[in-house]
RNA sequence: GCGGGCGUGGCGGAAUUGGCAGACGCAAGGGACUUAAAAUCCCUCGCCCAUGGCAUGCGGGUUCGAACCCCGCCGCCCGCACCA
């Protein structure tokens, strides 16, 4: 019995691929394109499984486009700006940029091990000078178009670091590292106006019809378009107003109080001589600024002692509270509370015991008795208890009062959004420096774009706390452009997200040093047909990249809009956990074995151990599975596989042994049936026979069939059904010993089938067994086998027999049978007969080439 | 809290989108080969009072017919603005 060789075959297949220049990509007008993209890699030091996942499916869809005909760009980079090269430098003395670049060379290899059909040739790193200087260039032109400003904002302070914090760096308040406790500062920062095209960030996601659904709600959502009213109330005793945005206007004769965030400048102002209120508003910002925590938090609130006037008497006051569910963020940060139809302002009302006044009532309630509860009244009804508003419906009340505010002069008609502009300024050491210089006398200058790039220093030392670029000795100080007095140069850097929002339009001409795009390129090959990654991304990094890319679009750069035409997020990969009985200390994998009565068990020890539940492989877990092990033992095919079999590629997938163990035999029995074949098979191209066994007929229309579905199944991204077709196939052509008439043709036509169905999910294996069924060519040059569509479809059917909608009886008839010849052999059927017991058929339900119902 | 998703054998999942529930695989059990094991091959495999009955998280409904559509529950998962 021979045997794969697996480690040989794809060294020897990678190899010749490369030396080929099989994947390389050139324009070429007379093809219709196809860019497919996987989400680029942050190189954190070694490939997970994620990364299997996630380039396995892109390599399908890669090689299958391919041999579609379609001119493919395939290409792979680095995302290698971050925050974690800073946490090595910190952690073990390695320089962030030594520590990138090794990470790079690693990874590189390992993913070189997957055989992905991937263009090296076009490899970037967004670390590299060559890279980020257009991104420089790039915002010059965002500043003089107007889409980037400086404003204040908070941010997260360690004062022991004397650096700034990610929200995920904040653990409980307090500093991950120092354990400090983290205070909020401001610190005056450079923005991206993409509220500026909020509206059209939401129109676009109408044209993504080849996005996840889910993804689109998301970024709906996150763009949180909202209309109403924004007003101004008379504040008490005081000159100035008190601005506040409502969507629910027609409310306001229900209104019991006004609320202001504990960051609002009023909240600030009073808390100066006010200690009590001071400790409320400190309280407030120790919640956490997510909306969640907001939301959930007790409802709570500080009453100011200031009153408001109602707009439309001005007898009628409202308390002012400072309350812990107004976010400073969106809106004015202030609002009135309508408790009877918004449940944060009714949870309120009741713990300050403020009245509760309905104002709409549903269409069918009494409006004498309509009371609210616990619950607030959100529906549709008619406005009662509302003056002038009394009997309008709802859209007609908030217009009515949005007129009447406009022409009081005291408010207007408003679209809000939740989006907030997007602040890219870093304070941090290894990403982008942003091209700025800061004048005594000119404030913040632009460089100059003849002297781009800024280049971020790499001898720099991570000794003191703080930001590197700032200690270095001579790198910050220049001189003004505009008058040449010293000046400082801007020390923060880019927000990461922002080398990934062009990265995809830059694999288009990698290498063109003057401009970012050659246009040319860029117009063949954009947008990105096919793009894939993790829903993690779904909001973030998606929106910035189409914000980006209509700003370049502005900016003259291109001449898209969507960067990503089709998107694909796969799932996670997961795998069981496991816990030392004893200490409950967290186990991998590798440290467990089976004892004699099956049970898991420490292989060192022999301890008892719990299997615990199935998560995503994290590090801390202990529930990580290194793909470069993988890969060593059963090869790049056997991973490929078994990310691509059982679960859908949308759904998280668990890895386990078993399933990599089942690829693996898998492969081996591929390989044996064809370099094993019962009976030798006629050369390649050889004519079919005039005549074909009964059995090698049905042989030949199973072939077709897989042909056909496979097609199907790989278009839609059905990689789980797609492997067990061919697998079905595989069964099949495993029955035939070769002997019947025409049965050694339709083996090779079965076997070059599968090789060739097989060969963009298990492209090593493709190749070599193509050459072992004696083809002299490469089989990634193949075309995609075509189904003759006569063999498709069988020309007898089953058909199901119910009786009352359950199953009697099986009838094999001719395809297409007309209705009344199935109805006639339904009832023909001893079983149907039976089961009708002799009552009257009151009617028959004949669905053709499907079933039939009895209904008696 | 808001928004979204999921729930089918012991397990991952199929089911032509309203028409034979359980394809394909994993695990398990039995057998063959072997001195033995591994590998390989063959058979069985939703449950039960088996010519039948019950089964797609639970309870209703629509329909000739429901895993699929509708209503109400239950459970789990994900996102909610400086990780990438």
Redesign the pocket.
Same mark, same amino acid.
């Given at each position: 019995?021979s045997r794969y060789n697996v480690k040989e075959t794809e060294a020897k297949w990678q190899g010749v691929w490369e030396r080929q220049g099989c994947f390389t990509a050139t324009e070429d007008a007379s093809r219709p394109k196809y860019y497919v993209l996987e989400m680029f890699?942050?190189p954190s030091g070694r490939i997970h499984m994620g990364h299997v996942r996630n380039y396995t499916i892109g390599d399908v869809i890669a090689r299958f486009k391919r041999a579609n005909g379609f001119n493919v760009l395939h290409p792979m980079g680095w995302?290698a700006?971050?925050?974690?090269a800073e946490n090595a430098a910190l952690e073990k003395k390695v320089h962030p940029a030594k520590w990138t670049r090794e990470n790079i060379e690693t990874m590189r290899g390992q993913l070189k091990t997957m055989g992905l059909s991937i263009d090296w040739s076009r490899e970037i790193a967004t670390c590299d000078v060559e890279y980020y200087r257009h991104e420089q260039k790039m915002f010059l032109d965002f500043l003089k178009a107007g889409l980037a400003y400086r404003k204040e904002?908070?941010?997260?302070w360690d004062p022991v670091d004397n650096t700034?914090?990610?929200?995920?760096?904040v653990i409980d308040g307090r500093g991950w590292r120092t354990g400090a406790l983290v205070e909020k500062r401001k610190?005056s @920062?450079w923005f991206l106006k993409i509220t500026d095209c909020a509206e059209e960030l939401l129109d676009g996601l109408g044209t993504l019809d080849r996005w996840p659904?889910?993804v689109r709600?998301?970024q709906e959502?996150?763009i949180?378009k909202s209309t109403g009213v924004r007003f101004r109330f008379a504040l008490k005793g005081r000159e100035d107003k008190l601005e506040v945005f409502t969507t629910r206007p027609d409310t306001l004769f229900g209104a019991s109080f006004a609320a202001i965030s504990a960051n609002h400048p009023l909240a600030a102002e009073l808390a100066a001589n006010n200690p009590d209120l001071a400790e409320f508003i400190a309280e407030c910002n120790r919640l956490g600024?997510?909306?969640?925590a907001i939301?959930?938090a007790e409802k709570r609130g500080f009453d100011t002692g200031l009153r408001v006037v109602h707009p439309f008497d001005p007898s009628w006051e409202l308390p002012v509270y400072v309350a812990n569910f107004v976010l400073m963020?969106?809106g004015t940060g202030a609002i009135f509370g309508c408790p009877a139809h918004d449940?944060?302002d009714l949870d309120f009302a009741r713990k300050y015991g403020l009245p509760v006044t309905p104002v709409v009532v549903p269409a069918d309630a009494d409006p004498a008795s309509f009371a609210v509860g616990d619950e607030a009244y959100t529906g549709p009804g008619v406005l009662r208890n509302s003056r002038f508003l009394d009997g309008l419906d709802v859209e007609s009340g908030k217009q009515e009062v949005g007129r009447r505010l406009e022409e009081a002069g005291q408010g207007e008609r408003t679209t809000q959004?939740?989006?907030?502009?997007?602040?890219v300024?870093? @304070?941090?050491y290894w990403g982008c420096p942003i091209p700025v210089i800061h004048c005594p006398d000119h404030g913040p200058v632009p460089v100059p774009e003849s002297d781009l790039p800024v280049v971020l220093p790499e001898d720099v030392t991570f000794d003191k706390p703080g930001n590197p670029l700032d200690h270095h000795p001579t790198w910050k100080h220049t001189s003004c452009p505009v008058c040449g007095k010293p000046a400082l140069r801007e020390t923060d850097t880019f927000?990461?997200?922002i080398e990934?929002s062009w990265y995809f339009a830059r694999f288009c001409s990698p290498k063109s040093n003057d401009v970012a795009f050659d246009r040319a390129a860029v117009d063949y090959w954009l947008a990105v047909d096919q793009y894939i990654g993790?829903?993690?991304?779904?909001?973030?990094?998606l929106l910035y990249s189409r914000f980006w890319t209509r700003a370049l679009k502005r900016c003259g750069y291109l001449n898209v809009e969507e960067p990503f035409a089709g998107l694909f997020t796969q799932g996670m990969v997961n795998h069981e956990t496991y816990k030392d009985a004893a200490t409950g200390a967290w186990l991998a994998p590798t440290d467990l074995t089976k004892n004699d009565r099956?049970e898991v068990v420490r292989a060192d020890t022999g301890a008892p151990v719990n299997v615990g539940r199935v998560e995503?492989m994290s590090k801390s877990k202990k529930n990580v599975v290194d793909p470069a092990h993988i890969i060593g033992t059963y090869g790049a095919d056997a991973a490929r596989l078994f990310m691509l079999?059982?679960?859908?590629p949308e759904?998280?997938?668990?890895w386990?042994e078993?399933?990599i163990?089942?690829a693996w035999?898998?492969i081996?029995?591929l390989w044996?049936m064809i370099t094993e074949a019962p009976v030798p098979l006629p050369a390649p191209g050889s004519p079919k026979p005039e005549r074909l066994s009964e059995r090698a007929e049905a042989t030949r229309r199973a072939v077709h069939k897989a042909i056909a579905g496979m097609s199907e199944d790989l278009d839609k991204f059905?990689f789980?059904?797609a492997?067990?077709?061919v697998?079905?196939l595989?069964?099949a052509l495993?029955e035939i010993d070769g002997k019947g008439e025409g049965e050694a043709w339709i083996l090779r036509e079965g076997f070059e089938s599968v090789v060739r169905l097989i060969g963009p999910m298990m492209p090593h294996l493709g190749e070599e067994l193509w050459a072992q069924l004696g083809h002299g060519t490469l089989l990634a040059d193949q075309p995609w086998p075509e189904a003759d569509p006569s063999l498709v479809v069988e020309d007898t059917?089953?058909?199901?027999v119910?009786v009352?909608?359950?199953?009697?009886a099986?009838l094999a008839m001719p395809r297409d049978a007309a209705k009344e010849v199935a109805e006639s052999m339904a009832l023909a059927d001893d079983?149907v007969q039976?089961?009708l017991e002799g009552k009257p058929v009151r009617?028959v339900?004949v669905?053709p080439n499907?079933?039939v119902?009895v209904?008696a």
């Open positions: 019995m890699p942050y995302d700006f971050g925050l974690p904002s908070w941010v997260n700034v914090l990610a929200n995920e760096q610190l @920062q659904e889910r709600i998301m959502n996150w949180g600024t997510s909306e969640e939301e959930t963020e969106y449940q944060r959004y939740r989006l907030r502009d997007w602040g300024s870093r @304070q941090r927000d990461t997200f990934s993790g829903i993690e991304h779904a909001v973030l990094h099956g995503k079999s059982d679960s859908p759904r998280d997938l668990e386990t078993a399933g163990d089942g035999r898998y081996n029995r044996r059905r789980n059904k492997v067990a077709r697998r079905e595989s069964n495993a059917v089953t058909i199901a119910q009352n909608g359950k199953l009697r099986t079983n039976r089961a009617k339900i669905v499907r079933i119902n209904v």
